[in-house]
């Protein structure tokens, strides 16, 4: 909401324009001179420009708004990409680990199906989807197992083979091609449903295999093939629409659903003069000065695109290769094989972080106070949440069997992560300073961007339950 000029809450804040410059802050009746930048408080980011954001056909958000709600995409019928990724919990699923395949209900309600009982969680939180259209994000998921390099042929390095990449339009859309294919999260398990069966056999591209399967389904429905033909002009009949084809629509309906440069922060940084919470403003100088907030959480989106090791406490089953016991997640290792990345983790945007919670790699924090503390601290990270101690009984997790705390039980465990973590000295901030951070992030969240700006459909053309869960 646009702040009121004038309020007892508010500062009107001058220009900051080279380090060293004042801030004033004008609080009730008086002027407070909170400190010289050149001693607190590091450059601000340029405020975000359109052209971070490729231009929209709205046709294509229309079509790939309706695939995305729509559960046809997942092997047995009942999981949507908004399953997972709701409007109504910011775009992710409000829990620490959420349930794909095997579950019910939504959000914090979903829980496994007792007539299907899933034998995993998802292995990591589920991430929030805004500005992921923006130019500058060039690596997907937590472990950045997808990414852009100009090398490759397609201009991709993911864990398929290049020539399994073409026709995929942006990263955005390649990222969408994985959930499809994993028994846990759409796909179902193993001989459930003709794409898990695919799936199991390794095929996933040409006739009959995996993508092919769900592009059948899509194309076999008027109403999604007359949007295909329109929409697309390499289309000249329904047989022809391919599974990158589904994916490029839903990344444009992604891309323009959740851009978010419309917050408090982004109306301050396009015009200094404008009103700004006074205790946002300290928590903006800590920030971007002594906290070091701003070392990773870097740029117009709060992120440095960069992987660390930050000691986040690890529960859950763990992400590891199909063949393997999953234990340790040990993170970008696993995609690069440098020992200096284990238990390292994409540094995430903290725009509508506010929003986005539980947060961590594996949500283990559902306050943003204590991940805050604890993200400074690790090792008093793991202190909190080593055997039996209160700090579990805050975690959101759906109940299913399974043994979620075995890694922070194991000393040896807790301690490879802790010694792992790059910050090994740890910042110190008060009550106050985490109060102040606190108010700071507030100032990201983004009404336009948590609305929506198209919202959910009514219905989708295969006449399943739209977002694959019932109201």
Same mark, same amino acid.
């Given at each position: 909401?646009?702040?009121?000029?004038?309020?007892?809450?508010?500062?009107?804040?001058?220009?900051?324009?080279?380090a060293?410059?004042?801030?004033?802050?004008?609080?009730?009746?008086?002027?407070?001179?909170a400190?010289?930048?050149?001693a607190?408080?590091?450059?601000?980011?340029?405020?975000?420009?359109a052209?971070?954001y490729?231009?929209?056909?709205?046709?294509?958000?229309l079509?790939?708004?309706?695939l995305?709600?729509d559960?046809?995409l997942?092997?047995?019928?009942?999981?949507a990409?908004a399953?997972?990724?709701?409007?109504?919990?910011?775009t992710?699923?409000?829990v620490?680990?959420?349930?794909?395949?095997?579950?019910?209900?939504?959000?914090?309600?979903?829980?496994?199906?007792?007539?299907?009982?899933?034998?995993?969680r998802?292995?990591?939180?589920s991430?929030?989807?805004?500005?992921?259209?923006a130019s500058?994000?060039?690596?997907?998921?937590?472990?950045?197992r997808?990414?852009?390099?100009?090398?490759?042929?397609?201009?991709?390095?993911t864990?398929?083979d290049d020539?399994?990449?073409?026709?995929?339009?942006s990263?955005?859309?390649?990222?969408?091609m994985?959930?499809?294919?994993?028994?846990?999260?759409?796909?179902?398990?193993?001989?459930?449903?003709?794409?898990?069966?695919a799936?199991?056999?390794?095929?996933?591209?040409?006739?009959?295999?995996a993508?092919?399967?769900?592009a059948?389904?899509?194309?076999?429905l008027?109403?999604?093939a007359?949007?295909?033909?329109?929409?697309?002009?390499?289309?000249?009949?329904?047989d022809?629409?391919?599974?990158?084809?589904?994916?490029?629509?839903?990344?444009?309906?992604v891309?323009h659903?959740?851009?978010s440069?419309t917050?408090?922060?982004?109306?301050?940084l396009r015009?200094?003069?404008?009103?700004?919470p006074?205790?946002?403003?300290?928590?903006?100088?800590?920030?971007?000065?002594d906290?070091?907030?701003?070392?990773?959480?870097?740029?117009?989106?709060?992120?440095?695109?960069?992987?660390?090791?930050?000691?986040?406490?690890?529960?859950?089953?763990?992400?590891? $290769?199909?063949?393997?016991?999953?234990?340790?997640? +040990?993170? !970008?290792?696993? #995609?690069?094989?440098? /020992?200096? @990345?284990?238990f &390292?983790?994409?540094?995430?945007?903290?725009r509508?972080?506010?929003?986005?919670g539980?947060?961590?790699?594996?949500?283990?924090?559902?306050?943003?106070?204590?991940?805050?503390?604890?993200?400074?601290?690790?090792?008093?990270?793991?202190?909190?949440?080593?055997?039996?101690?209160?700090?579990?009984?805050?975690?959101?997790?759906?109940?299913?069997?399974?043994?979620?705390?075995?890694?922070?039980?194991?000393?040896? $465990?807790?301690?490879?992560?802790?010694?792992?973590? +790059?910050? !090994?000295?740890? #910042?110190?901030?008060? /009550?106050? @300073?985490?109060? &102040?951070?606190?108010?700071?992030?507030?100032?990201?969240?983004d009404?336009?961007?948590?609305?929506?700006?198209?919202?959910?459909?009514?219905?989708?053309p295969?006449?399943?339950?739209?977002?694959?869960?019932?109201d």
């Amino acid at each position: 909401m646009a702040a009121k000029q004038g309020s007892d809450d508010l500062v009107a804040r001058p220009k900051l324009r080279d380090a060293g410059q004042m801030i004033l802050l004008r609080f009730s009746a008086f002027i407070v001179v909170a400190s010289t930048l050149g001693a607190i408080a590091g450059p601000l980011p340029e405020p975000v420009r359109a052209s971070a954001y490729a231009p929209v056909n709205m046709d294509e958000a229309l079509l790939g708004q309706l695939l995305f709600y729509d559960p046809i995409l997942s092997g047995n019928k009942n999981i949507a990409c908004a399953t997972c990724h709701h409007p109504k919990f910011a775009t992710s699923d409000g829990v620490a680990l959420g349930i794909g395949e095997g579950g019910i209900g939504l959000g914090p309600a979903r829980r496994g199906d007792p007539d299907n009982m899933p034998p995993d969680r998802i292995p990591r939180n589920s991430p929030a989807l805004f500005n992921l259209g923006a130019s500058e994000f060039t690596v997907m998921f937590h472990d950045g197992r997808i990414e852009v390099d100009d090398t490759t042929r397609s201009g991709f390095r993911t864990p398929l083979d290049d020539d399994m990449l073409d026709g995929f339009a942006s990263l955005l859309s390649a990222q969408t091609m994985f959930p499809v294919l994993s028994p846990d999260e759409m796909a179902g398990q193993e001989l459930e449903n003709d794409v898990s069966k695919a799936v199991r056999q390794g095929l996933i591209t040409g006739q009959g295999g995996a993508w092919d399967i769900l592009a059948r389904r899509v194309a076999a429905l008027p109403d999604y093939a007359q949007r295909f033909l329109a929409v697309y002009d390499h289309i000249d009949s329904p047989d022809q629409i391919a599974f990158t084809d589904i994916s490029n629509a839903i990344s444009v309906f992604v891309a323009h659903e959740w851009r978010s440069d419309t917050s408090v922060f982004d109306a301050y940084l396009r015009d200094h003069e404008t009103a700004y919470p006074v205790d946002a403003a300290r928590g903006m100088t800590l920030f971007y000065g002594d906290a070091g907030c701003s070392n990773c959480h870097a740029g117009p989106f709060q992120t440095d695109h960069k992987f660390h090791p930050m000691g986040a406490p690890q529960l859950g089953p763990g992400k590891a $290769a199909a063949f393997e016991t999953h234990v340790h997640d +040990l993170g !970008r290792n696993r #995609v690069t094989g440098d /020992p200096a @990345d284990t238990f &390292a983790f994409r540094t995430p945007s903290l725009r509508n972080v506010m929003q986005t919670g539980p947060w961590g790699h594996a949500g283990a924090h559902s306050k943003i106070d204590e991940f805050i503390g604890d993200h400074l601290d690790p090792r008093a990270a793991a202190d909190r949440f080593s055997a039996e101690s209160n700090a579990r009984k805050t975690v959101q997790l759906p109940p299913i069997e399974f043994d979620d705390w075995r890694e922070m039980d194991d000393p040896t $465990a807790r301690d490879r992560i802790i010694q792992a973590a +790059l910050v !090994r000295a740890p #910042v110190i901030l008060n /009550p106050s @300073d985490i109060a &102040a951070l606190v108010a700071f992030l507030k100032t990201l969240d983004d009404d336009t961007a948590l609305d929506g700006r198209m919202g959910i459909p009514d219905a989708v053309p295969s006449g399943l339950t739209v977002g694959g869960v019932a109201d």
